[in-house]
């Protein structure tokens, strides 16, 4: 939580003079930081994306089984926290980054965030899994489409779940 804060604040005080590229790696980064820490609490990812600045868009889905659309300023990112009756879920999308670029934030947030939790898992895409658990959190990286795969174009989902 505390690390957390410390992002928030530094995000923050660096507000007033980013570039686009700048506020999209921001608000990535923040993203992935609150559903790296938070895709097991729903209500709390939820809270803490509202808290963040993020704007709630609605929900897909009926309301006890409710994927919820948040979207950071100035579109450039969204994040969508999986409320339901199956295992919680998140996903980090962003039409700014390559999967390769959107890689390179996962895996540097996971290490300053969470150091120790992940380790890296061999693939086309970048991706981590949580060692030492029977259901492990797993997060990977893809293009937007409905491909899967890590093409050098713009468009990026980072996504979380829990191996079951």
């Known amino acids: 939580m505390i690390r ?3 992002i ?3 995000l923050a005080g660096q507000a007033q003079a980013q570039t686009l590229d700048e506020a999209v790696r921001q608000n990535v980064a923040l993203g992935i930081s ?3 820490q938070h895709v097991g609490e729903p209500a709390r990812a939820r809270a803490m994306l509202m808290s963040a600045g993020y704007a709630y868009l609605g929900f897909e889905g009926p309301a006890q089984d409710a994927t919820h659309r948040y979207r950071a300023p100035a579109e450039t990112a969204d994040v969508l926290v999986y409320d339901g009756q199956t295992a919680p879920s998140c996903n980090v999308e962003s039409s700014h980054l390559t999967p390769a670029q959107a890689g390179e934030i996962a895996g540097g947030v996971l290490q300053g965030v969470t150091p120790g939790r992940f380790a890296p898992v ?3 895409c970048p991706g981590w899994s949580e060692i030492g658990r029977p259901l492990p959190l ?3 990286v893809s293009d937007l489409g409905n491909g899967g795969g890590c093409p050098p174009g713009p468009g990026a989902r980072i ?3 829990f191996a079951v």
Do not use: K, M, S
Request: charged share 5%.
């Open 4 to 6: 957390l804060l410390a």
């Open 8 to 10: 928030l604040t530094a």
């Open 34 to 36: 609150i559903c790296a």
């Open 122 to 124: 061999a693939g086309e």
């Open 138 to 140: 797993v997060i990977g």
């Open 159 to 161: 996504y979380f779940f």
